[in-house]
């Protein structure tokens, strides 16, 4: 889902009457600077809460690579060992730097080529791993490049459609909306979530191929009221800076919470509590340095930056 709104995003933000507003090297220039205050705020975060269990060099190599997007093939568990989340994130910087100097010359067809020809990779790798949970690790960062390749592609395709011809509302907007987060919920409580074989497989290969391009497609459809779309725009401020710290803070009280969990069964809740708390105060001073970031960012590439996923 990430992937996929991000290609559809950035697309109704930069590409304007089948022309791209912005050349490649400036929109990477735009991204990079637009991922760099979380990238970073974010390794700081994991080298804090997990740093110690590794050496303080390996920890500061970590780091220095994390900040380049480069990473670590050697070390043993995750390519981003601080944050691991960041492997999504390197996969979107590749997924930009192919809009911009490929992508954008393609037409719908090719593009949906394309996407064909990942969705079929994306589909032999669910097979092989038995899920789609490639990307992260040193043995499987291979996988998550149809991962994020074929839906930052669908996104693509979604969004020129939506240019060439915006869809009519397909359910209200508060529905639509809900979507994603009920599918999400239903796949995680559905007893095949905990399955392997051939019914997990295809209930991943579902999800990412029809599901979730489905739900964009009518959450895209369906007019926000303003008062609405205010209080939406500000929680979209804090979706990216939350998603860029809220796994260091979640592993550092794994421990904790299974402790509290099994001696205190009616404080356990607090736990979770104060994760969220410490993500959201977390993402709400990266929201603060981000928007003087981007102030910056804009005066440097002497346009308007186009808006994050």
């Not at 205050?37 to 804090?48: E, F, K, Q, S």
């Not at 590794?54 to 780091?63: E, G, K």
């Not at 944050?83 to 593009?111: C, P, T, Y």
């Amino acid at each position: 889902m990430f992937f996929l709104i991000s290609g559809f995003v950035l697309t109704l933000s930069i590409e304007k009457n089948g022309r791209m507003s912005i050349d490649g090297l400036t929109f990477f220039k735009v991204r990079f600077r637009r991922f760099l205050p979380m990238t970073a705020i974010g390794l700081v975060n994991g080298a804090l809460l997990m740093g110690g269990a590794s050496p303080v060099s390996m920890t500061i190599a970590n780091i220095a690579l994390g900040l380049v997007m480069v990473p670590n093939l050697f070390s043993g568990g995750d390519i981003f060992p601080l944050n691991s989340v960041q492997w999504s994130l390197m996969q979107e910087l590749l997924a930009n730097i192919a809009h911009g100097f490929v992508l954008k010359r393609m037409n719908d067809r090719q593009l949906a080529q394309l996407a064909g020809v990942l969705a079929l990779l994306l589909i032999v790798s669910i097979a092989v791993l038995g899920e789609n949970t490639g990307g992260p690790g040193v043995n499987n960062w291979w996988q998550g490049l149809p991962r994020g390749g074929f839906s930052y592609v669908a996104g693509m395709l979604l969004a020129r459609r939506r240019l060439i011809a915006p869809p009519g509302p397909v359910v209200s907007w508060q529905l639509s909306l809900l979507a994603p987060v009920v599918i999400i919920v239903l796949i995680n409580q559905f007893p095949t979530a905990n399955w392997r074989g051939p019914v997990r497989v295809i209930g991943d290969i579902v999800t990412c191929l029809v599901l979730f391009p489905w739900c964009l497609w009518v959450a895209s459809s369906a007019p926000v009221p303003a008062r609405v779309g205010i209080w939406l725009r500000r929680a979209g401020r804090l979706s990216f800076p939350i998603y860029a710290v809220h796994l260091p803070i979640i592993r550092v009280l794994a421990p904790a919470n299974e402790v509290m969990a099994r001696t205190y069964p009616g404080h356990y809740a607090m736990l979770h509590a104060l994760a969220l708390v410490a993500s959201f105060a977390a993402a709400s001073v990266i929201a603060i340095i981000q928007t003087v970031w981007a102030q910056r960012a804009r005066r440097a590439v002497g346009q308007r930056v186009p808006q994050p996923s």
